[in-house]
């Protein structure tokens, strides 16, 4: 290649001063190096798991059996574990979350917002692993004496919360039955599809309340992430300008009113991204979820059974995994990543879909 | 002049920011279908003299107010400032219209003009409608977007989302609409349109409007008043405080010698 092309490549943009373009030149060196970081990551877990993306395929993600010694490797249970765990994260976080940083920016009085939101930040500088200790040491009993059996006497098998969920369910997934069923690519029909739908709700609250377990799991990253999305969801609305609150209050709405019609609505979307950063925070979480998941590699069929996530998964095994074990713990990480990613993707395009409605 | 004409009546009307004494005890009225001009240099009180009429200025950490501001409604006199009365209920009678458009983002045009309504507890697609239209023909901004009400607020030009504040503020027919320098973020034609509709809606309501510029005082109010650094130095009709005014300082002022 010329020199010209070269220095076209890098110097895009005319700079004249020398200074000036070694800083542009270091600059550009770093934004290369974060996206070959990037890339080479991706291409070296897909390299360790060849073994596993070879000897099993697609089915890797969809077999729910976990068994090292008997070279099964499934990936389901954790797939399942880290999706659940997270939702039930943002699930409590989301209007935790939300609801605080509304009470700092829009009802507190400044000085009582300055203390109340450096502790809440504060929270986001406990390790990891202290979350883990506290969640075993006294979430877990707590969730065990007196969560669990409160929620199963509300939610659990015959009650019925139980009993409208598997209604509801059942009436949320039958339009997929319905077109699986033109396609021709099931079997269900929508006797066997309401049973299944009764069986999860029954069970969701279901069993011996054991402490560690996927919803204690979900507490404890509930707990991580809100720091950041308070965070994210106060600077949401400190973009919205005075004078549209001011405008509200001026139409006679009260604060709660104002809220509503001056805020939420037009922060909408960056609310969502707010949420939506918290739950890529919660997929990856790693030492605390491991430390109260409780570890077992079955997919749950309460809230209240242990579980297993990928990344706690790895944690567990990765010391003492070789061969085909250990591919397949790396296929396990490259779905992380992978799911890390299209939640990401996922969010930027539920957010662009948002704001077309709110802007012009 | 009789109390059943005067629309407002301030009474040693005091407000600060924190220590700061920024309004000093003013006391002025204003008739039904006035339209008054507050004039007067920047930083002098006047906007925080005009939002302690509908009990804005309270809303910001440290602000306090003395005094009182009598409105007179279908059930004659009340004191905005009296023990118990509502700030949100005061807000509903006496509109106001902000020197920044301030559309509600994320709403639609309808749905802005509609909002005060929708607070109100007006349900009804049919008046919501009709109460649309009214507005924003009386906001001269009807033909402009009668085809687009479903578009976002925040998509017209700023002469259009100051006209589409002035609508949201009318629907909810307000007796008094208080205007905070409405057209210093405008251009000249915007500016021109946003006085005509000033003039034509004194038939249905009481207006205060301040302003910097002498010209549009001038131009579309009747009765004036002069602040400086917290007071009322003299108020009086337009044509007089212009023509010949009593106080040096006003006269200072008009001739443009200070402010
Ligand atoms: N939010 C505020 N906090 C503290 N002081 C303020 C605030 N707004 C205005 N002031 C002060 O109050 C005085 C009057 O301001 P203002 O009513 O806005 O004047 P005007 O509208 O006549 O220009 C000024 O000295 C200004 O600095
Ligand atoms: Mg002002």
Known sequence: ??????????????????????????????????????????????YLARGAIEALGFNFLTTNDWNPPMEIFGAAPFLVGTLASSFIAIFIAAPVSIGTALFLKEVAPKRVARVVGFLVELLAAIPSVVYGLWGVLVLAPVMRDHVQPFLASWFGPGTY?????????????????LIADVLGLTEVTLGTLSEKMMALAQGLFDGPPLGLGLLSAGVVLSIMITPTVTAMSREVLAIVPDSVREGA??????????????????????????????????????????????NRNEIPKSLFEPAQTMASVIANEYNEADGLHLSSLAAVGLSLFLVSLLVNLAARGFIRWIERGTRA | MTDSEISLRTEGLSAWFGDHHVVKSISLSVSRNDVYALIGPSGCGKSTFIRCLNRLHEE?????????????????????????????????QVG?????????????????????????????????????????????????VKDKLKKPGTSLSGGQQQRLCIARALAVRPKILLMDEPTSALDPISTARIEELVMRLRSEVTVLIVTHNMQQAARISNQTAFFLMGELVESGPTSRIFTKPKDTRTEQYITGRFG
Request: charged share 20%; aromatic share 10%; glycine share 10%.
């Open chain 1, 1 to 46: 290649m010329s020199r010209r092309v070269w220095s076209r490549l890098f110097f895009r943009n005319r700079v004249e001063n020398s200074g000036d373009q070694v800083f542009v030149l270091s600059l550009k060196i770093v934004a290369w190096a974060t996206v070959s970081l990037f890339a080479g990551m991706l291409v070296y877990l897909v």
């Open chain 1, 161 to 177: 919360f139980a009993q409208a969920l598997g209604h509801v369910l059942t009436g949320l997934f039958y339009p997929f039955l």
């Open chain 1, 249 to 294: 209050l001026g139409l006679g709405a009260t604060r709660w009113e104002m809220i509503r019609i001056a805020l939420l609505r037009s922060s909408r979307a960056g609310l969502v991204g707010a949420v939506i950063l918290g739950l890529g925070r919660a997929i990856g979480e790693t030492m605390a979820v491991t430390m109260v998941i409780g």
């Open chain 2, 60 to 92: 910001i950490d440290g602000a306090r107010v003395q005094g009182d501001v009598w409105i007179s409604g279908d059930s004659g006199s009340e004191n905005i400032y009296a023990p118990g009365s509502d700030p949100v209920a005061i807000r509903r």
């Open chain 2, 96 to 144: 106001m219209v902000f020197q920044k458009p301030n559309p509600f983002p994320g709403l639609s045009i309808f749905d802005n003009v509609v909002a005060g309504l929708r607070l109100a507890g007006v349900k009804r697609r049919s008046v919501l409608e009709e109460v649309v239209e009214t507005s924003l023909k009386h906001a001269a901004l009807w033909t402009e």
